[in-house]
Structure formats: structure tokens, C-alpha cells
């Protein structure tokens, strides 16, 4: 979908604030949907939080987005702003899976409209584990797409982490390996992914997709007030069991589409007309 040009951003310019190279997977999405200029503005966001633990982030994901956007917009007088934020980790509702959870924010502080889209993958290289001198590390390599994705090599000591970022070969990983583990307390290192987006091609897929979907609401006008932001935001939930006919009320039936702006709501999509019975809690209790 492509905005008319009577749509408020179209032909704007909006600032990204990033110290990662996420320009060229968000860029796209706005210029389709609103010829919208996106610029990258390489500000330090590693100071609210980092994922190898430096810095712990102590905001959620959406306040953390939502600073690192005003940062942008505060140091280039540009009144758009746009910032993600990645979670990965135990998925929140299947904690035996990891996954890689997306926030987007589109930020217009001159009319009052924060945007926001979340993407959830289960498609993410992930791995973590401990590691000491002479110890096999090729399974683990293979399982976390090294060198395609990089790792990061760490330890922790009396004075925090100390860490090796950005590792994308194999004579640098060993050497990182020795040096790491000639300073470490504990006689081991800890091997990890760097999930930072320059870093990891699978969540570099995960943020694209975020950024279509964001593009996309950008993109669509309320029918009540024409504010920019029209989408979900909520979810009407019950599904019908198509064996016995009992409802589940944890199931999502249907979109609830609405304003960021103002108060109106319409019904939107169907999600479950129906459920199996496997997902049932009286056929399968």
C-alpha cells in the first residue's frame, strides 16, 4: 500500500536513532508506503541497555524505544522519529522456545501520536554456553550459523563483564577465546550470539518485517478523525471448540481495529472462526 499524498508524513523526512545500520531495513518500508526519507542518527544507545548484560536495560521495551526515538529527535531538531527494540529470550507465552520480539515506535510529538508494531519470530540464531580450554566448540558453531551470525566472548569478574564483541571468524574467536580466558576468574568463558542488528542476519529478517507492518499503520488514517495510526489494538477473544462447541477464552477470535489518536473502534479481521479440539480445554483437558 502506498499513502496518498494528502497523507501528513508523505514526502517527510524522520530520524532514526540507531547505532547499528538498521537504516537500510527500515528505509525501504517507509518510502513504499509514504516516500518517507528515513536518516539514521548513530547515537549511543548501548547506555540504555545492552544484550550481552554491560548495561542492564531497566525500562520496558516501548519506554526504552520511545527514549532512544526523542534522542534522535532532540539532537537533529527533526520532529519524526522512529526506534526499535529487540527482545530475545524464553518466549513469554512458550517458555521452552526462544524468541526474537520486535517494538517499533514511530514518535510525532507535535501532534501527540506515539505508533507502535510488535513482530514475534521463533526464526532467530540464539545460543549460549560455557566454555573451557580444549573444549569441542564446533556443534556450537554450527548451531548459531557462525560465522554468518557473530558471537561475542565474555567473562565476568570482580569489575563486571568483560566482553569481545562482533566476532565473524574463526582465528578471531580463538584468539578472543585465549585472551578472555586468561583474564577469567572462573577458568571458562561464556560464548554467546551478538544479536546486535549489524550482527545477526535473522534479526535483521525479524525488524523488516516489524518495519512493514509499522510502515503500513503509519500509513492508514483513522476513518473518525484521519489521524496517522489506524490498526490492532486490541483483540476480541473466545474461539468455539469445533468438536463439543465450548469456547475457549483465551483463544483470539478477532481484530479489534483502532485509533492511537482518538476513541474509535470497529471490528476487524477474524483470526479463529474456530479451534481443534487438540486446543480444546474440554476435549483435551
Keep these: 500500500m502506498t499513502a496518498p499524498q494528502s497523507h501528513p508524513y508523505f514526502g517527510q523526512r524522520a530520524i532514526l536513532t540507531s547505532k547499528h545500520e538498521k537504516v537500510s531495513l527500515i528505509q525501504p518500508e517507509f518510502l513504499r508506503a509514504l516516500d518517507l526519507e528515513v536518516r539514521e542518527l548513530p547515537l549511543d544507545t548501548d547506555l ?6 554491560e548495561i542492564e536495560r531497566t525500562a520496558s521495551p516501548l519506554e526504552t524505544a520511545l527514549k532512544k526515538a526523542r534522542l534522535g529527535m532532540q539532537a537533529s531538531g527533526i520532529s519524526l522519529g522512529i526506534a526499535s527494540e529487540g527482545s530475545i529470550g524464553a518466549d513469554p507465552a512458550m ?7 520486535e517494538l517499533l515506535v514511530f514518535v510525532d510529538d507535535e501532534r501527540g501520536l506515539v505508533i507502535s508494531e510488535t513482530f514475534r519470530s521463533f526464526d532467530i540464531f540464539a545460543g549460549r554456553k560455557e566454555f573451557r580450554s580444549g573444549d569441542d566448540i564446533s556443534d556450537f558453531l554450527s548451531r548459531v550459523d557462525f560465522p554468518n551470525h557473530h558471537l561475542i566472548v565474555l567473562t565476568e569478574g570482580a569489575n ?22 586468561a583474564i577469567s576468574p572462573k577458568g571458562f568463558v ?14 535483521q529478517v525479524n525488524i523488516q ?3 512493514k507492518q509499522l510502515a503500513n499503520r503509519v500509513a492508514t488514517l483513522c476513518p473518525e478523525c484521519a489521524a496517522p495510526g489506524w490498526g490492532v489494538v486490541d483483540y476480541e477473544r473466545g474461539a468455539e471448540c469445533s468438536g463439543c462447541g465450548d469456547i475457549n477464552p ?5 481484530e479489534t481495529l483502532g485509533c492511537v489518536k482518538c476513541s474509535a473502534l470497529c471490528p476487524g479481521k477474524v483470526i479463529n472462526e474456530s479451534i481443534d479440539p487438540a486446543r480444546c480445554f474440554g476435549c483435551n483437558p
Excluded at 540504555?48 to 548484560?53: R, V
Excluded at 568483560?162 to 580466558?181: A, H, P, R, Y
Design 250 to 254: 483465551d483463544i483470539a477470535h478477532r
Design 209 to 211: 518485517a516489524a518495519a
Design 160 to 181: 563486571g563483564l568483560t566482553s569481545i564483541k562482533g566476532i565473524d571468524n574463526l582465528e578471531k574467536l580463538n584468539e578472543s577465546i585465549e585472551e578472555i580466558l
Design 48 to 53: 540504555l541497555g545492552t544484550f550481552s548484560g
Design 95 to 101: 517458555p521452552l522456545l526462544t524468541s526474537d520480539i
Design 190 to 203: 561464556v560464548i554467546e550470539s551478538d544479536f546486535r542488528a549489524n550482527h545477526s542476519p535473522s534479526r
